[in-house]
């Protein structure tokens, strides 16, 4: 039983420094400009992760659909989703032809996690629940990738202030790119309203980010956007973008 590994996986030295040069160059780059770079430095093998949960994986799949019509787009089913996550799964499969979606999850269904652990283990263990369901499966969705793109924003916590527009993923092996870096969720509303987009249909009932049923609640106003989020647990992240 282990939850998030702490083994890290290093990239060739001319590898590193480009990307770090690339980190730097592109701070304050615009989404364009960090696309741009990230399918020019690695044509073949970039996947697009989206929870369906937030404004950013909207966005994200409508630019990348634009950019490089084909690109994978792969999300993780914990089994726990809220309907209308799947809801927005199916609308959007409809929406972007051009994209390739693919599923992932755990080998251990609910109830033989229950069985191995014990009733509601997200109560109990949140980071073990995520890493079962979450993080150990994300592992197989990025085997064999060159590069990953995000949603990450640095507006969205405190915990993610400091996100880079690219920067090499050392727990999963590969680069990784938060094209939106920079916006704010106005600015991810804007597009997503200027384009008429698809969104999670619970964003107008006080959810700005949505993960599992079990660990999502409301946001309250003046509450940061993903105070809803295993609220009263002190967990901030699920393990995809902690180090």
Same mark, same amino acid.
């Given at each position: 039983m282990t939850?998030?590994? @702490?083994v890290t996986i290093k990239p060739p030295p001319e590898e590193l420094a480009?990307? *770090?040069?690339?980190a730097t160059s592109l701070h304050d780059a615009g989404p364009r400009d960090i696309l741009d770079w990230l399918f020019q430095r690695y044509p073949q093998g970039v996947t697009l992760a989206s929870a369906f949960g937030n404004t950013s994986d909207i966005v $994200?799949?409508?630019m990348v659909a634009k950019a490089a019509p084909g690109t994978e787009v792969f999300y993780l089913d914990t089994d726990f989703l809220f309907e209308e996550t799947y809801d927005l799964i199916e609308r959007? /499969?409809?929406f972007w032809p051009d994209l390739d979606f693919r599923e992932h /999850? @755990?080998? #251990? @269904?609910? *109830?033989?996690q229950a #069985?191995?652990?014990g *009733?509601? $283990?997200? *109560? /109990?263990q949140p980071d073990l629940c995520c890493d079962i369901r979450k993080v150990q499966p994300i592992h197989t969705a990025l085997e064999g990738k060159s590069a990953w793109i995000t949603g990450v924003r640095r507006d969205q916590a405190a915990s993610r202030a400091n996100a880079p527009a690219v920067g090499w993923d050392a727990k999963f092996g590969l680069a990784k790119a938060n094209p939106l870096v920079t916006w704010d969720e106005k600015q991810a509303w804007a597009?997503?309203?200027e384009h008429d987009l698809p969104y999670n249909l619970l964003h107008d009932q006080g959810y700005p980010t949505l993960g599992c049923t079990h660990c999502t609640r409301a946001v309250q106003p003046g509450e940061d956007q993903r105070a809803g989020r295993w609220a009263g647990t002190g967990k901030l992240e699920c393990g995809l973008h902690s180090e």
């Open positions: 939850v998030e590994s @702490t480009a990307i *770090e040069s690339a $994200l799949m409508d959007s /499969r409809a /999850r @755990t080998h #251990l @269904t609910p *109830e033989q #069985l191995e652990y *009733e509601a $283990l997200w *109560e /109990r597009y997503i309203f």
